[in-house]
C-alpha cells in the first residue's frame, strides 16, 4: 500500500510568522525559516493499517549550524532547509 505523508510545524520560534512548508503531502518538504530560533517539524506517515510519527527540530540562527540540508540559496539572508523521510 502507498505511504501518505503529511508535514507540519510542531513548533516555531515566537516571533516567526512566515514559516510555511512546501509539498506538505510528498516525501520531501521544504521551508525557508523567517527568525532565528528552533522549529520543530512533525512528519506523519500512514498507510492502509499504520501510522507513524516523527518530529526533527531545525535550529538556526547566527552561530547555530543547520540539523538538515540547508538550501543552496539564501532569500532574504535565510537559506531554505529540505527536510526529507528516507526509508
Known amino acids: 500500500a502507498p505511504v501518505h505523508y503529511d508535514w507540519s510545524f510542531a513548533s516555531t520560534p515566537k516571533d516567526s510568522k ?5 509539498d506538505r503531502s510528498a516525501t520531501q518538504a521544504v ?3 523567517d527568525d532565528m530560533g528552533t522549529y520543530a517539524i512533525k512528519l506523519t506517515g500512514h498507510d492502509c ?4 510519527d516523527a518530529t526533527v527540530k531545525v535550529a538556526y540562527g547566527c552561530f547555530a549550524l543547520p540539523t538538515a540540508n540547508a ?8 537559506a531554505p532547509f529540505m ?4 526509508r
Open 18 to 22: 512566515n514559516h510555511k512548508l512546501t
Open 31 to 33: 521551508f525557508t525559516p
Open 49 to 52: 493499517c499504520h501510522t507513524h
Open 71 to 78: 538550501g543552496t540559496t539564501p532569500i532574504g539572508g535565510l
Open 83 to 86: 527536510i526529507q523521510h528516507t
